[in-house]
């Protein structure tokens, strides 16, 4: 019934807005991109529909999907949309405070998701927290008949991203089954994992180097911590999308649980992300400092010094981990 209404209320929207997360990731570009283009496709066939889609800048690897150059970062003036439509985010206060204002004043709000710590924020939610990735959710609500190649790379590209090439937990044999079938629409497969999860320029592997360098260990090998300051992501000039693959590449050192990364955003102000193999849900320890995300991958912003914020979220993990270590 919700995904029924959505498209009731989509035929007869004149205005259509949509939104991902701030910082977006391969999931919330891949599904912004994918529903803004199917819309685009099918429902716009003549160009009488205004359909804008608002995120911060893309990363530059994906800027091969289409489209991706008509996303916008500012609206002027402010519009009230028939439908909104916020993508990839857990609540509200995850998209851009001028995406707010659209959400608030728009008639009808939808939120599309696959995490856990949903709030359930807009008038139709639809979320489910087994599927893989957005972009998942998102494919089972779309015709797949109408589905085009450009349409379908937008959606692999968030599937990939989020199960970290068909690795983590959360891929399953439906997973792999919508993926078979965007490959069958013309997908480059290779190029899009290549280009996008693995390809690094030289200066993100002198910080990934860096970042590997100075980690340390704690509680018996049980958690690695990594913390990048702001000075040094000013002097190689690097911001948060050329730090995204750091926190994996922690998370598969040989016996550890837990690995943290901490981004510093401004004085005693960190950016959490945390990546858990299977015994500790970090999106309790995030949500419990305002954050949220996956029971294997979750993430928060923190305050005061480095090593209070590394005490606090070590403590929550011991806590977890039934004091093993």
């Known amino acids: 019934m919700k995904n029924e209404l959505v498209w ?19 999931d919330c ?24 889609v608002y995120l911060e800048s893309c990363p530059k690897e994906f800027l091969f999907l289409k489209n991706a ?15 909104f439509i916020v993508l990839d985010s857990g609540s509200i206060d995850r998209i851009e405070k001028q995406a707010q204002e659209l959400f608030y004043t728009a008639i009808t709000t939808v939120t599309i998701d696959h995490h856990i710590s949903n709030t359930s924020f807009a008038k139709v939610n639809i979320v489910d927290p ?38 983590h937990s959360c891929t399953t044999e439906q997973t792999m089954i919508i993926a078979g079938h965007l490959l069958t629409l013309g997908v480059n497969s290779a190029k899009i994992i290549d280009e996008t999860f693995y390809q690094k320029t030289y200066v993100q592997n002198q910080v990934l180097g860096r970042c590997l360098l100075e980690s340390i260990l704690v509680m018996n090998g049980k958690i690695i ?31 550890v649980e837990v690995a943290i990364f901490l981004r510093e955003e401004n004085v005693q102000e960190y950016k959490v992300s945390m990546r858990s193999n299977g015994v500790v849900d970090v999106s309790k320890i995030a949500m419990f400092f ?35 270590v």
């Open 69 to 83: 150059t008509a996303l916008k970062q500012t609206c002027a003036p402010l519009i009230h949309y028939d439908i």
């Open 8 to 26: 009731e209320k989509i035929k007869m929207a004149s205005s259509i807005g949509i939104a991902g997360h701030i910082n977006p990731d391969g």
């Open 130 to 167: 087994k599927a893989s990735s957005t972009c998942e959710v998102l494919y089972g609500l779309l015709d797949s008949k109408k589905i085009s190649k450009e349409v379908a790379e937008c959606i692999y590209l968030g599937i990939v991203h989020d199960t970290g090439v068909f690795k």
């Open 29 to 52: 570009v891949g599904s912004c991109l994918a529903l803004y283009n199917y819309l685009q496709e099918n429902f716009n066939e003549d160009g009488k529909k205004q359909i804008d």
């Open 290 to 324: 305002g954050g949220g995300g996956h029971i294997k991958a979750a993430g928060c912003t923190m305050y005061g010094s480095v090593y209070d914020v590394i005490n606090n979220l070590t403590a929550g993990i011991e806590h977890q981990l039934g004091k093993e």
């Open 225 to 255: 911590v990594s913390t990048i300051s702001k000075r040094i992501q000013e002097f190689y000039k690097v911001g948060a999308e050329d730090l995204s693959g750091v926190i994996d590449q922690l998370r598969v050192t040989q016996g």
